[in-house]
């Protein structure tokens, strides 16, 4: 099992930044984690995953150049730089960790392990 609280979400102006973190417990053995967020009403949209093994990293089109994923394995934490922040990034951030070796990492059912979320709201 592996146990995932994120922080880090908040209230901020248009144009701002956030950082947010996931730190992970339990049986972290997890080849990649990664970050999704969902709006009211919408589907759990895949935003960046980080692959801890090769040191990939993985963008939605919608953040790239705006948002980056990073880690640090000795800490078992993952953390998601947001810039340049829009009123349409608000959401729900949730973190995912994944075991298998392969995955499609910007599907939510490659991922086993999920943590409650983080609010993110942007202001216009």
């Known amino acids: 099992q592996v146990q995932l609280v994120e922080s880090g979400g908040g209230l901020v102006q248009a144009g701002g930044s956030l950082r947010l973190s996931c730190a992970a417990s339990?049986?972290?053995?997890?080849?990649?984690m990664g970050w999704f967020r969902q709006a009211p009403g919408k589907e759990r949209d895949f935003v960046a995953a980080?692959?801890?093994?090769?040191?990939?990293?993985y963008y939605a089109d919608s953040v790239k150049g705006r948002f980056t994923i990073s880690g640090d394995n000795t800490k078992n934490t993952v953390y998601l730089q947001l810039n340049s922040l829009k009123p349409e990034d608000t959401a729900v951030y949730y973190c995912?960790?994944?075991?298998?070796?392969?995955?499609?990492?910007?599907?939510?059912?490659?991922?086993?392990?999920w943590g409650q979320g983080t609010q993110v709201t942007v202001s216009s």
């Open positions: 995912a960790a994944a075991t298998r070796v392969v995955i499609l990492v910007k599907t939510p059912s490659s991922y086993e392990y």
């Open positions: 339990g049986r972290t053995s997890s080849n990649y």
């Open positions: 980080i692959w801890w093994s090769g040191g990939g990293t």
